[in-house]
């Protein structure tokens, strides 16, 4: 993916660029498994930092860790 660092997206266009249902990511982020800002009722997200953290979660082959 070639987005600009440090640029925060809106949910719907983030959820587009990732190939993910924006309601899992705002699900997601609810529960603060994926990085993001709020601003209102708005959810800000930085794409490239979301993108990395779900490769990770791919190379774990989908486990959880509990912190």
């Not at 309601?23 to 997200?45: C, M, Q, T, V």
Request: proline fraction near 6%; glycine fraction near 8%.
């Amino acid at each position: 993916m070639n987005t600009a660092c440090n640029v925060l997206l809106p949910l719907g266009p983030t959820a587009r660029l990732l190939s993910v249902p924006s309601n899992w990511l705002r699900a997601e982020a609810d529960a603060g498994r994926i990085p993001h800002l709020r601003a209102g009722s708005k959810y800000l997200f930085n794409v490239d930092a979301v993108e990395r953290l779900l490769l990770e979660r791919a190379g774990q082959g989908g486990q959880r860790h509990e912190r």
